[in-house]
């Protein structure tokens, strides 16, 4: 049997299917309505397009009341986005306003990748971790990582709890905006979920953008000695 590879790529090659599967790499639920208004389409023309992705498995949904949710289908799906989203050209986007200016710099800085922390800050933080032998990162190809015994206790003094799973302890994410590996699997999402449990990350608005807080710089000063003050986390 052959695999239809272009039928995938169809899906992806129109702009606005493109842009709904990027909105929804923070991981959450959006209504079509929100999806609309995020790639600047009609209700029905996102209607539309949504039914494509759905149909060809890269998106899943479901109702609530009169609501549409819609999100990412599974955890392959989402790093075929990324890595289609690393391979990608660069087009400059001059910001229409200092807002979406602030917004753009945010998502650089820190930002939800699924469930794990993305851009420079979550490189400083898996940086940190290697050079402290909490984790043994191998940058070849395939990049390979893994928890050491000390990073297992490091994790158990910080309060981090790894939820019981088949998941992957450590796996390298490839970061699409820093192209360098930055920390995914379990410990990535436990870490993740503990720095937004703990208010050292907030949400930039209603984008998959964070913001380092003052509480977080502090830390990650304490617990991974990180200045307070860098250019990933300076907040905004």
């Known amino acids: ?11 992806l090659a129109d702009g606005t299917r493109a842009a709904f599967c990027l909105a929804l790499l923070d991981g959450r639920a959006w209504t079509a309505g929100e999806l609309a208004r995020y790639a600047g389409v009609t209700q029905s023309t996102a209607t539309s397009h949504l039914n494509l992705l759905v149909g060809g ?6 109702r609530h009341g009169r609501h549409r949710y819609l999100r990412i289908a599974d955890r392959r799906v989402f790093e075929l986005i990324e890595g ?3 391979l990608a050209p660069r ?18 800085d820190a930002r939800l990748c699924y469930d794990h922390l993305a851009g420079a800050v979550a490189l400083e933080i ?6 402290r ?13 893994a928890l050491t ?12 709890v790894l939820p019981a799973s088949r998941r992957p302890p450590v796996r390298a994410c490839l970061d699409w905006t820093e192209r360098r590996t930055h920390l995914a699997g379990a410990v990535g999402g436990a870490l993740c979920g503990h720095a937004l449990a703990a208010g050292w990350v907030t949400r930039v608005g209603t984008t998959r953008a964070l913001r380092v807080t003052p509480l977080g710089r502090q830390a990650l000063h304490d617990h991974l000695g990180l200045p307070i003050v860098s250019s990933a986390t300076r907040g905004r």
């Open 57 to 62: 498995g890269l998106l899943a949904d479901e």
């Open 84 to 86: 289609l989203a690393e």
């Open 133 to 145: 032998g909490l984790l043994v990162w191998d940058t070849g190809q395939p990049a390979a990582a």
């Open 1 to 11: 049997m052959g695999v239809d590879l272009a039928a995938v790529a169809r899906l």
């Open 91 to 108: 087009q400059p986007v001059r910001p229409r306003s200092l807002t979406v200016a602030t917004r753009q710099q945010a998502l650089l």
């Open 149 to 160: 015994d000390r990073g297992a206790a490091w994790l158990a003094d910080v309060g981090i």
């Open 126 to 131: 898996k940086d940190a971790m290697v050079e």
